[in-house]
């Protein structure tokens, strides 16, 4: 089963000096952290503030393109998890003429028949990163997937990935 | 009138902590300098030093969605230079349509290298080198900055 997640914030890490994108489901149950590059983050957090930039930038681009050939995005899933990568996938709606889909129909015959606008949507799904795929969810206004496969294996995975960055100096400053 | 110009090098300018594309036409003639930040000029230079990343890169994202939805990218345009800011479109076929869509030129290089189409300029948009920050970017140059992508 898929659970709809909401983006909570974006943070940085003071460690890596990356950006955190933090995930939670609406009943404030789940959590799901996924560290990005500092492009991405930013990308996702101007959609999620709302702020416009003076020009278009990459995910925007990506917007255009969907908006204008008008292939509908239907939403994104977060699938998989691989030690400490996530693997995500747009989710987009194709509708294609039902003549194009028959082997290079002849002209005299596409002509003969005006009316055959028989559409057929058909799912296509790309291969993304989580960052790209939810920067592009949030400018289009689609809901946000993860597996529950992801959530139960990022407990532990996720977990170990950020013990191994810590450095002893980050605990100093809450000892009493 | 279109000139076709091909991406000759990508370089640091410290002056506006930015970086620089250079596009240079068959004759050798007409450069254009273009101004770009470091995302996307960590974008042209992935796919101009030909390096394979394990994820895809968000230019290689828009790539993907268009060839799984059987769009083509015909060709890319710097069209004017407006206040400073290079305008650009992209020119794509889709279900037996031609498309046009607005663009930075850094996304429009970035993509165009990855879908190994060709890069034209417009005439109107190829200003003699008369700015300040031009000289100041001339002043800069090295012998080996040029000619590394030159084939």
Same mark, same amino acid.
């Given at each position: ?14 460690? &890596? ?30 959609? =999620?503030?709302?702020?416009? &930039?003076?020009?278009p ?5 990506? /917007? ?5 050939? /008008?292939?509908?995005? %239907?939403?994104? =899933?977060?699938?998989?998890? &691989?030690? @400490?990568?996530?693997?995500?996938? =747009? ?9 194009? @889909? ?8 596409? %002509? ?10 058909? %799912?296509? @799904? ?21 597996t529950?496969?992801?959530l139960?294996?990022?407990g ?7 013990? %191994?960055?810590?450095?002893? /100096? ?7 | ?7 000759? +090098?990508?370089?640091?300018? !410290? ?9 240079? +036409? ?12 470091? !995302? ?9 030093? +030909? ?6 890169? #968000? $230019?290689?994202?828009? *790539? ?5 939805a059987d ?7 710097? #069209?004017?230079? *407006? ?5 650009? *479109?992209? $020119?794509? #076929? ?13 996304d ?9 189409? !060709? ?27 040029f +000619? *590394?992508?030159?084939?």
């Amino acid at each position: 089963m898929n659970i709809p997640l909401k983006v909570d914030a974006v943070v940085a890490d003071p460690n &890596s000096g990356a950006q955190i994108v933090i995930l939670k489901d609406e009943q404030n149950l789940e959590l799901l952290p996924i560290w990005v590059g500092m492009g991405e983050g930013n990308a996702i957090r101007f959609a =999620l503030e709302g702020i416009t &930039s003076p020009r278009p930038l990459t995910h925007d681009l990506l /917007k255009d393109f969907l908006n204008h050939l /008008k292939i509908p995005l %239907e939403k994104i =899933l977060i699938h998989s998890i &691989s030690g @400490t990568t996530y693997y995500a996938s =747009l989710h987009l709606i194709q509708t294609r003429p039902a003549a194009t @889909t028959a082997a290079q129909p002849d002209e005299a015959v596409a %002509e003969n028949k005006p009316g055959d606008l028989s559409e057929e949507p058909e %799912e296509l @799904t790309v291969d993304a990163r989580p960052s790209d795929a939810i920067a592009l969810a949030l400018r289009m206004g689609v809901p946000i997937y993860v597996t529950e496969d992801v959530l139960r294996k990022k407990g532990a995975e996720n977990l170990d990935a950020w013990l %191994e960055k810590l450095k002893p /100096k980050d605990f100093g400053p809450y000892d009493v | 009138m279109l000139v076709q110009m091909k991406v000759r +090098g990508l370089m640091f300018d !410290p002056y506006n902590n930015a970086y620089i594309i250079i596009l240079r +036409g068959e004759e050798n003639t007409d450069v254009l300098p273009i101004w770009v930040g470091r !995302p996307e000029a960590n974008a042209i230079s992935l796919a101009l030093e +030909g390096i394979f990343t394990p994820r895809p890169m #968000t $230019h290689d994202l828009i *790539k993907s969605v268009l060839d799984t939805a059987d769009a083509k990218i015909i060709s890319i345009v710097v #069209t004017e230079l *407006k206040e400073n800011t290079y305008l650009s *479109k992209i $020119h794509l #076929t889709y279900q037996d349509s031609e498309f046009t869509i607005d663009s930075r030129p850094s996304d429009a290089i970035a993509l165009a290298l990855r879908a190994d189409v !060709p890069i034209f300029v417009a005439e109107e948009a190829i200003k003699k080198p008369s700015s300040e920050e031009l000289d100041r970017w001339l002043e800069n140059l090295r012998p080996e900055d040029f +000619g *590394k992508y030159d084939t």
